[in-house]
């Protein structure tokens, strides 16, 4: 059981909530602002600190500062109300475990409890003695929204992977979260105490990408007009990400085969070898065994990069997880935009399981926080999402559409078992559910397919 701060003006509120937590075992201590919080954290070591964001003589980002200053690891959760829900989100990004908007119940706030003494627990084995770092929060598990079958795969590798140091490709998608589970990987990893470096390998042209990884000396080049530490060396001792690995040129290609082979590398204009201790997780959503066909992309490069794959499945392959993402990002742009919308009505809802997601995760967030910008109620509808659609090419309920230029048969219905495998993860007997066939006739079809060459499998070598 843990000892638990709870920090309010409201003297009311706090005892509501100590009377619960105190009512299922843990030891609670109160205070009734700011100064009072410091006091309080100074005299004994705490579990868990609960704190309304506003606070006579401060408020919970202060707070979230001091505690981190004074090498406290206790969690932080803070609540808002609609007003207050900026300065909530701000001391999430300070370091606070999660924001809670009133009016919360007490088992809500209960979950969360949970949560982040898990969390905490796991963290502190992970890393003990490790202090937080910038940035940790946007990485942590419960960021992860996802229950499908699919992306407990991805959570399963995941946690088996964070332990070792081996290399790890991420592919999939564009906005299919491979950044996030880079970060994943790292903050859970031994190497959470060190640094998490993220590289852009297809932001930059060659030389400046090169200078990026690797430093250079002062008058490398015109306009090095200075000396300067290179991502490589920066990463000593924790993660560099090489995200969009299969855009970086050959020649880059064959520098950074050569850090991984002999973990030295010289800076730009120099020939003094630096040393450096790092793990590479990289990631693309291009095919990157067709860009070795293509002589674009080195084996031997790939085969370092590759000590683990890890495939990121696109957002409509997961089935039941479009809702939960949905409700999450419904939270998160009304409390940043503190707008009063509490959900999302069904025909709405319905617009959004019809439609493709070529953008993905990404693009349903951007869809979500429009959506809540043009809401005028307080639930997002159909007219609303109408809007944002207008122009893409998403199936009315029930119908298949001929497209205007008419259609190749076999080439739809290719498409469409393609479509169904895909949505059911390549079970063949969902997809026949979902085709209207039976099992035998799909398998039929799909070797007939496959014969000519036709069925395209996302990823697939
Ligand atoms: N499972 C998920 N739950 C919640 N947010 C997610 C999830 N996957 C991705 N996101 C969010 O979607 C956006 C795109 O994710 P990102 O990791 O940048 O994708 P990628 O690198 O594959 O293009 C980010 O804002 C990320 O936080
Ligand atoms: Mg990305």
Redesign the pocket.
């Known amino acids: 059981m843990g000892t638990f701060l709870i920090v309010d003006g409201d003297a009311d509120f706090s005892a509501d909530i100590c009377q619960f937590f105190g009512s299922i075992g843990h030891s609670l201590y109160r205070a009734a602002d700011f100064q009072g919080a410091l006091l309080e954290l100074s005299a004994r070591a705490y579990d868990l600190v609960v704190s309304n964001v506003r606070l006579p003589g401060g408020g919970a980002i202060d707070l979230s500062r001091a505690m981190r200053k004074a090498g406290r690891d206790a969690e932080l959760i803070v609540y808002a109300d609609i007003d207050s829900a900026p300065e909530g989100l701000r001391a999430v990004k300070e370091g606070a475990f999660c924001l809670l908007q009133k009016p919360f119940s007490l088992p809500e706030l209960n979950f969360q409890a949970r949560r982040a003494l898990l969390d905490r627990g796991s963290r502190r084995s992970a890393s003990p003695g490790m202090e937080r770092l910038e940035g940790e929060a946007?990485y942590r598990p419960y960021?992860?929204?996802?229950e499908s079958e699919e992306?407990r795969k991805v959570f399963k590798i995941v946690n088996r992977v964070a332990r070792t140091n081996v290399s790890t490709l991420?592919l999939?998608?564009?906005?299919?979260?491979?950044?996030?589970?880079a970060g994943a990987i790292h903050y859970n990893s031994l190497r959470s105490g060190g640094p998490f470096i993220r590289v852009n390998c297809a932001a930059l042209p060659e030389q400046l990408l090169e200078s990026e990884l690797f430093g250079h000396e002062k008058g490398a080049f015109t306009g090095a007009d200075r000396m300067r530490e290179g991502r490589f060396e920066r990463a000593d001792g924790g993660t560099i990400f090489l995200?969009e690995v299969a855009d970086m040129s050959l020649m880059t290609q064959a520098k950074v085969l050569r850090v991984l082979q002999e973990k030295s590398f010289e800076r730009l204009g120099s020939s003094e070898p630096v040393k450096t201790d790092v793990r590479v997780i990289s990631?693309t959503?291009r095919d990157l065994t067709e860009r070795m066909r293509e002589g674009q992309f080195r084996e031997d490069l790939f085969y370092r990069l590759n000590g683990v794959t890890i495939r990121?499945p696109p957002l409509r392959a997961r089935e039941g997880?479009l809702a939960l993402?949905v409700q999450?990002f419904l939270k998160k742009a009304t409390l940043e935009m503190g707008k009063a919308i509490c959900g999302i009505e069904p025909g709405a809802m319905d617009m959004l399981l019809r439609y493709r997601w070529p953008g993905?995760?990404?693009e349903l967030?951007n869809v979500i926080e429009r959506a809540v910008v043009m809401a005028e109620g307080e639930i997002v509808t159909a007219e609303d999402l109408d809007l944002l659609f207008a122009g893409s090419e998403l199936p009315a309920a029930g119908q298949v559409s001929l497209p205007p230029g008419g259609v190749a048969l076999a080439d739809a219905e290719r498409q469409l078992i393609e479509q169904a495998l895909e949505r059911c993860g390549w079970v063949q007997k969902k997809a026949a559910e979902l085709l209207g066939v039976s099992e035998r006739v799909l398998s039929y079809k799909i070797k007939n397919l496959e014969a000519e060459g036709g069925l395209r499998r996302p990823g697939s070598r």
Do not use: P, Q
């Open positions: 946007a960021n992860f929204i996802g992306i991420l999939g998608e564009t906005g299919t979260g491979k950044e996030l589970v995200d990631a959503n990121l997880d993402l999450f993905n995760i990404r967030e």
